[in-house]
């Protein structure tokens, strides 16, 4: 055995009191409670590295077996026999490298705002810093909720570069009483996936409601919708205006009556025009007052406005299940007008490679879609897409069909 691989033996003295821990005062140690014997000068070495990895906190937040193993040879309560000069340089060199950890950092990850009334805008702005050395990519926002409206300023971050992520919250379909809403930021460092965590904690104050307290139209020309607005106070609020933010819708408020449990109660008719643009747009209904508490409620409106549709699928949509290991079969979709026309496909998107669709023409003025799954590129025991049918006649026309596939 060559001197330097000579055999370690770490022993308590013999008569040695037991020191119930080991003791720094700056980078002196306390009096030793072990013995080492090795190469001339690896005592001194051996022992200056571990008492300088607990100093500076290295060994306290490294998992409980390593840090086990440090603080009992720091207390001189663990007896070891051969324990090679080269089997003390791996360890040292574990409490070095420790566990890999994300870099994407924020300061305040969970925010406490207090009240918050009904109706009431509840935002919160979170800065995020990317604190490594390789580029962050932000994958995905996850809302705990759908009451929540996440808003990242940019999805790729490099090192030492800031974002900002924007989190609102619609207070109107909350509960009474402390509430707490969690938005997850999923990001990719290098080639690993992490995850972080931000909340949002209030105390929501009910005594003003909306009902509904969000709405979602859908609509291929102008359509109305009544929401109602309930003060269960002595003294109902003093509403100032109605606004809603499109130019292309108006708001109406009635006046206060009695509901059946005898709060007060109006009503505020909101009316899409004709002329309301199509496609999908996220409207506001703003009411204003003059209480403190209430200086403005936000009602959330979703409106898809669709073009007129001549053309429509049979089925309208697909659901397949198949059991596990079994080849999912092929369905049909028939696409007619309902004037009579012919039908002719341009082409078909679809949101999943595992997929795919071939149109033909017929019978008749139809049109058939055949449609076939490949099980192959299907992540997983569910799969939930959708196709898009692009008609070249008549002109200017989209058929959806969404397509579900699970594994029984």
Known sequence: MSKSDRVWEVRRPSGARRKPRAEF????????????????????RTRNTIFALARFGVIRYLPSPMTQLALNLLRGDWEMKRFTLPGVSVFVAMLIVGPARAQLHCDQPAVQTGEVHTGAPLSHRFVVVNNGNETIEVLDVKPSCGCLAPRIDQRVLAPGARGALQVEVNTLTQDAGPQSWRVTVRYREGHTDHELDLRVAATIVTT??????SVVL???????????????????LNVTAVQPSSPHMRAQLGEWK???????????AVEVLPEFPTGRHEEIIQIFSSDPEYREIRIPITIVKRPRQTVSASPDSLAVSTAAGEAIPSRVVMLRSTDDQEVIVDRVDCDSSAVSCKPTAGPGHRSTLKIQFDRTKIG??????????VLRQPAGQVVTVPVTWSER
């Open 258 to 268: 009695k509901d059946d449990e005898g709060y007060a109660a109006r009503t505020i």
């Open 380 to 389: 997983g025991d569910t799969l939930e897409t959708k196709l898009r049918v």
């Open 218 to 236: 859908y609509t291929t020309s102008a359509i109305g919708h009544e929401l109602t607005l309930t003060d269960r106070r002595l003294t109902p």
């Open 208 to 213: 003003v409601t909306v009902t509904p307290p």
């Open 25 to 44: 005062h700056g980078l002196r140690y306390a009096p030793p409670v072990a013995t080492f014997r090795g190469p001339a000068g690896a005592e001194e």
